[in-house]
């Protein structure tokens, strides 16, 4: 594998990336650029190695410190393409963790590709072909949302659908500052935050606890 390569995955010294796992997220960019001639799973305008590698790969990667390692299962919410769920697998594969990945998708053509790559890469995931606005009483361990819906929708969700969880895992994009901010005015949150690798406009947002305001509307 090319050097500049692996120096590309520097980046998430967390991960301490190795010559397979880069391989097989080698394997994982060349299996999405493949199946988006026939689907989007990602957008057209990024669909070049190096792009997929940065923009999806990279970014996906930088939230494993987050993950709950002690947990049986962690959820993808809106998995779409598998980032960050099949990244997530794939670094569990590597340190040898037991963990299962849940993705959940409602989008058949893209479940069948979730599918495609856990075989091939032997990854521990369960697709879930629902849409997880009718799914009640979930119990995980880490919960992650990227470009999923919005975020107090999210929490919406959460709050209502999951019977328990360890943590949520945002990724907030150039105007989640001011996403955060309109949220913190309806939800009480204990959160930190991490920067973003890939973009300097960008962080990570990981919740330990949420609690929604009372409204004194809901008085009147």
Sequence with gaps: MDNLILNSYSKISDLNVSRETCNELESLISM????????????????????????????????????????????????????????????????????????????????????????????????IHKDIFTIKNIETGTIMSRAFKPMPLVLNLINENFKSYKNIIFFMGSSGRKTLNDTLQEWDLDYEEKKSLTSKDSFILNIKRLKKKVSWRSFQ
């Design 32 to 127: 999405i650029q493949e199946k988006n001639k026939e689907i989007n799973i990602i957008s057209k305008k990024i669909c070049e190695k190096d792009g997929i590698r940065e923009r999806h790969i990279i970014d996906s990667a930088q939230i494993i410190d987050f993950v709950d390692l002690n947990s049986n299962t962690t959820s993808d919410l809106g998995t779409g393409g598998g980032m960050p769920g099949l990244i997530v697998a794939i670094a569990m594969k590597k340190i040898k963790n037991k963990m299962k990945v849940n993705l959940y998708e409602k989008s058949h053509h893209k479940c069948v590709f979730l599918k495609e790559v856990s075989k091939k890469l032997n990854l521990n995931t369960e697709v």
